[in-house]
């Protein structure tokens, strides 16, 4: 996904660039708005982060233009060093989708980023993803990461259709089991334990995680990149969660 970055403060761009090219993002910093805009113009791109100064009033010409847009418009995120009612009013009503004061935490500015384009999707059916540098072809059933193809069975690749269109957010065993097998998790459970496991397998790149599937017994399923720490919420450490899907333990009671 290309990112379109306004953002003059060198430091400011490098953390934002820092956070989203762990994801596969591709950043772009333009430190004019002429240049940004006339940039919109010629080239696609499929998100826009905004950073704004401390003074409201030199904001306004962006703000502005922000209200103006209309065909073709795409996902837009300001940033700001202070938050205030007055200030995000004045972004969201001028036609920002979000705002996000920052220092922000990198994992909440992907989640961001990814619930707005969730949100402004258009509403024909999704037929491709690219996330994390993995990209899937649901016409053509293809996974591969940058270029790389990966061969997946057609569940496993189900199975991943499903983790990578909502990453960051947990799926049942109920819901993997509906979509993919049509049974309830009882019937199913053992053996969505087994496609997970070798679905993990699957997801290293030279050896490496670059994404991880994480578990949480009560929750389900939820894929996050390698950067995000477990989910507390979740009871389980990181070594608790894996172990749960490995091999040896498919024999237990789900």
Same mark, same amino acid.
């Given at each position: 996904?290309?990112?379109?970055?306004?953002?003059?403060?060198?430091?400011?761009?490098?953390?934002?660039?820092?956070?989203?090219?762990?994801?596969?993002?591709?950043?772009?910093?333009?430190?004019?708005?002429?240049?940004?805009?006339?940039?919109?113009?010629?080239?696609?791109?499929?998100?826009?982060?905004?950073?704004?100064?401390?003074?409201?009033?030199? *904001?306004?010409? $962006?703000? &502005?233009?922000?209200?103006?847009?209309?065909?073709?418009? +795409?996902?837009?995120? %300001?940033?700001?060093? !202070?938050?205030?009612?007055?200030?995000?009013?004045?972004?969201?009503?001028?036609?920002?989708?979000?705002?996000?004061?920052?220092?922000?935490?990198?994992?909440?500015?992907?989640?961001?980023?990814?619930?707005?384009?969730?949100?402004?999707?258009?509403?024909?059916?999704?037929?491709?993803?690219?996330?994390?540098?993995?990209?899937?072809?649901?016409?053509?059933?293809?996974?591969?990461?940058?270029?790389?193809?990966?061969?997946?069975?057609?569940?496993?690749?189900?199975?991943?259709?499903?983790?990578?269109?909502?990453?960051?957010?947990?799926?049942?065993?109920?819901?993997? *089991?509906?979509? $993919?097998? &049509?049974?309830?998790?009882?019937?199913?459970?053992?053996? +969505?334990?087994?496609? %997970?496991?070798?679905? !993990?397998?699957?997801?290293?790149?030279?050896?490496?995680?670059?994404?991880?599937?994480?578990?949480?017994?009560?929750?389900?399923?939820?894929?996050?990149?390698?950067?995000?720490?477990?989910?507390?919420?979740?009871?389980?450490?990181?070594?608790?969660?894996?172990?749960?899907?490995?091999?040896?333990?498919?024999?237990?009671?789900?």
């Amino acid at each position: 996904m290309k990112i379109a970055c306004y953002i003059r403060n060198t430091s400011v761009f490098e953390q934002v660039k820092a956070t989203v090219t762990r994801v596969g993002f591709q950043p772009t910093q333009f430190d004019s708005e002429t240049l940004l805009l006339r940039t919109l113009q010629r080239k696609p791109y499929d998100f826009l982060i905004v950073d704004v100064p401390n003074t409201p009033a030199a *904001s306004d010409s $962006i703000f &502005s233009w922000l209200g103006l847009r209309s065909e073709g418009r +795409i996902p837009s995120l %300001v940033l700001s060093p !202070r938050r205030s009612g007055e200030l995000v009013a004045q972004a969201l009503e001028s036609g920002a989708d979000d705002f996000l004061e920052r220092p922000f935490e990198p994992v909440e500015l992907i989640a961001r980023i990814n619930a707005l384009m969730r949100r402004c999707a258009p509403r024909g059916a999704r037929r491709s993803i690219d996330y994390a540098g993995f990209s899937l072809n649901k016409d053509s059933g293809k996974f591969s990461y940058r270029g790389r193809p990966i061969s997946l069975t057609p569940r496993e690749f189900s199975m991943a259709w499903l983790f990578f269109s909502s990453p960051g957010v947990y799926i049942s065993r109920e819901t993997l *089991s509906a979509v $993919i097998w &049509s049974a309830d998790s009882e019937i199913a459970g053992r053996t +969505i334990e087994q496609h %997970v496991y070798k679905l !993990r397998k699957k997801l290293l790149v030279d050896g490496r995680q670059v994404v991880m599937i994480r578990t949480a017994y009560s929750q389900g399923y939820r894929l996050d990149p390698v950067e995000a720490m477990p989910d507390a919420s979740s009871g389980l450490s990181l070594d608790e969660q894996d172990s749960n899907d490995a091999p040896l333990l498919i024999l237990r009671s789900t």
